[in-house]
Every structure is written in structure tokens, then in C-alpha cells.
């Protein structure tokens, strides 16, 4: 759940994300009408600050709602579509919807340049003394489309930020049967 990795390193994260799945038992990732049973209190006991665990509601309220688009339905849209949806949830940023994007729908093209982990990889990448503003890395990252999520993930890997090895490009044949976006990492 991007949410839960929002301004955190990778392995605080990841505990947290643990944590939180383990608050809903074994049955892999939580439900939304099942996220929604829970208290604030119970989500902060997994470690989710309380904004955090505010939107993690907000979010879930959102897909019982019907404003978070099904699998199906995301096939249908763009990617910036995608995002003005998903961005208009309080808690969901660019970022959030850019992650969503490349590691759970898979798209070619996505270039999350607020990411600090690729905005490192492109000064080490490219030998830069300072590290490049989002602006500059969308300017140069146009010669990359239609594949910009490839980049990204060698940008990645050229921070060697922990963790990123356990991220894998979603193999498309992998992805959930139905139903809305869920992350299932």
C-alpha cells in the first residue's frame, strides 16, 4: 500500500505494511469493507501515524464507494486519468498514484520524478553534484518514453537504496482477477 511507504524508508515501511496485514489476519491483503471495521486506534497500533491512518480510511471508504476505479475500469483509463482520480482522495499524492501505476497495473510509462530514490539514481547515473528538481528530470526523461518505467527502475537500482531488489516489475499475467485497486505488496 503506497500510502503506508509515504516519506519513509523501505524497511520502516515495510514493517509497518506487515504490521498492518497482520492486524486482518492470514487471508493475504485486507478487504476495504474489512479496513473499514477497524478503529484508528487499531491501525495506529500497526504503526500508521494518525494522519496516515485517517486516510488509510478515507481510502478505504472510497473504494466501498465506488470512486476508487475496479481493475477493469483502469484498463479503460489513462494513466493521467488514473491520477486526477486517485489524487483527489486526501492522503493520495502523485507519488501514491505514480507507485500504483508502475508496481500494481504495470504501466510502461511512468516517470515518478518526486522519487527521491530515482532522483538519485539520476545523479549517480549521470554524475551530477546536485541532486536534479523534479522539473528537470521530466525534461530529460521525455527522451525515454514509451518506456519510462524501465528507467525508473534503473534509476532505482543506480541509488542502491535498500530494499529496492525486493521490488520486481508486475509480470501483467500476475495481476488480480478483479475488483478495485489494492496493493498487494
Not at 503506508?4 to 496485514?21: E, K, P, S
Not at 497495473?105 to 545523479?123: A, E, S, T, W, Y
Request: proline share 9%; aromatic share 8%; with cysteine.
Amino acid at each position: 500500500m503506497p500510502v503506508i511507504h509515504q516519506q519513509l524508508n523501505a524497511q520502516a515501511a515495510g514493517t509497518i505494511l506487515g504490521r498492518f496485514r497482520a492486524l486482518f489476519g492470514d487471508d493475504g491483503f485486507p478487504t476495504p469493507e474489512g479496513v473499514l471495521k477497524a478503529s484508528p486506534e487499531r491501525l495506529r497500533s500497526a504503526g500508521l501515524s494518525r494522519p496516515k491512518a485517517s486516510y488509510v480510511l478515507g481510502i478505504a471508504k472510497k473504494a466501498v464507494d465506488g470512486h476508487i476505479p475496479a481493475l477493469d475500469e483502469c484498463e479503460r483509463m489513462t494513466d493521467a486519468e488514473i491520477v486526477e482520480r486517485l489524487t483527489s482522495i486526501k492522503g493520495v499524492g502523485r507519488w501514491t498514484a505514480e507507485m500504483l501505476l508502475i508496481l500494481n497495473l504495470g504501466r510502461p510509462d511512468v516517470l515518478p520524478v518526486h522519487d527521491l530514490g530515482v532522483r538519485k539514481g539520476f545523479q549517480y547515473a549521470y554524475g551530477k553534484r546536485k541532486l536534479p528538481k523534479p522539473e528537470q528530470l521530466a525534461r530529460y526523461g521525455i527522451r525515454w518514453a514509451p518506456h519510462r518505467t524501465a528507467a525508473a527502475w534503473y534509476l532505482w537500482r543506480a541509488a542502491g537504496f535498500p530494499g529496492w531488489e525486493r521490488l520486481r516489475p508486475p509480470k501483467a499475467t500476475l495481476r488480480p482477477p478483479s475488483g478495485h485497486l489494492v496493493a498487494n505488496r
